[in-house]
């Protein structure tokens, strides 16, 4: 089957769209092209097939960015009442402890107020007066047995007389004897310490030298003082006292019946 | 088919997969990918109608483009495949360039929006600019002959032509585009080319 002669129009025809063929042909540009398909795509309401497209995580992260926009205006609104309620907090604070009862105030104060203050008072520590100076006897004679044993006399011993030199001197190796005694062998050199620390003290009493004096000598003496001055329940105190650190030491004849009492 | 052909395939109801309107279907399902097919199909040879079309206006080229796009995604729903794709395309963008010409050339719109014929063609050739050369004989001289007589020719018959042209469309489609009976779609198109063969030869204007 052949095709059919072209007419005379026919003819004219492809003459025509031959010339016009070669007329340079306009395009849509690659915006136009994008443009079109952006409002296509808006249009349907769909994103451009054409566009690359994005992975899930970057979808996922849009999403969330637009269901975060009402969380973040919540949460700004909710940051700026706290700010708010913590510029007005340090006002409050100020007011309330200005208006503060103070010590000078403290009569004043209402009575709770006082309450806590008084409660506060016994509580606290308070610093404590310094301690009334010690006894001391009537002589100058130190304390021989409240000092601690590795300490030396004190001047004032230098001047006693020889015989209480000596009673010293045996006050403090009884004192060291029994502290020996409790603490074992480890006070075992102090004792002659403390000895030789008294010796000098005693050399120039050749007579206390000869006769070795009683343990508690100067206790002893300061209990027959007090018994001489009616203060027996004194005198009573310081034997039971001293009995307690000299268990086994032997104790003056005069004073056995100050013991006897004692222990009644 | 012969280039005056009346000849119009009806598309089928259930148009072959791949062809415009099964992809027209599938866009409006939603298939975006379809449209990209559509578009990447006919971008081409819409655009240059519309340029033809419009020619002097080249400004409002490529919004009568967009809105001819914008158009054929708004009406998916409604589309029905009982004409060609193509048809249905071109004949958006003709109404938008109407339209569009009716708010600048009110007398060049209702010229291309008439339904009647000219009684006269020749003295509706609203380019006095277009000068003929007397002689064209090269091949680019044709070009830029024929340029200047589509320019010169009246818009109905420049319609005509170019759909004939760039729709490669019979002249039942050309009608139906135009709103004209077959006669008168033939009519101009018949004009049209004694007009432009003419140019060709250096003997019009």
Redesign the interface.
Known sequence: MTA?D??P??A??????E??R??P????SAA??A???V???A??G?????TPRRDSRVLAFARWRRAALPFAAAAAVLVAIGVNQLEQRPEMHYVARSDAPTSRALESAPAPAKEIHEERARLEPTPTPPPPPAFRPPTARAPVIDLPVVMGPPPAAKAAPANEAAELAAAQRSRADAMSSRAGGAMSEVAPMAALSAAPTASPAPAAVATPPMEGGATFEQIRRLLAEHRRDAARAILKRWRETHPDAPLPADLKALETDARH | M???STAMAEPATTPPPDSDEALMLAFAA????A??AL?ERH??AL??FI?RLLTGREAA??DV??DA??A???S?AAYRPTAKFRTWLFQIARNRSIDLLRERRPALASELASREDDADPFESIADPAAVMPEVALD??D??A???RA?AALPAVQREA?LL??HGDMPLEDIARVTGVNVETAKSR??YA??K??AA?RGIWP
């Not at chain 1, 769909?46 to 054409?50: D, F, K, L, M, N």
């Not at chain 2, 939603?30 to 990918?33: H, N, S």
């Open positions: 059919p072209p007419t129009e026919d004219a025809l492809r003459e025509v769209q010339a016009y070669d007329l042909r306009a395009e849509p136009l092209d443009r079109v398909r409002a296509v795509a249009e349907v769909t994103e451009p097939a054409s | 012969a280039l005056y939603g298939d975006m990918a449209f990209d578009y971008r081409r655009y240059a340029a080229v490529d483009f967009q796009w914008l054929v995604a708004r998916r091949r680019a044709k070009a002959a024929i340029a589509l032509f004939r042209e198109l018949r080319v004694t432009l063969r060709l």
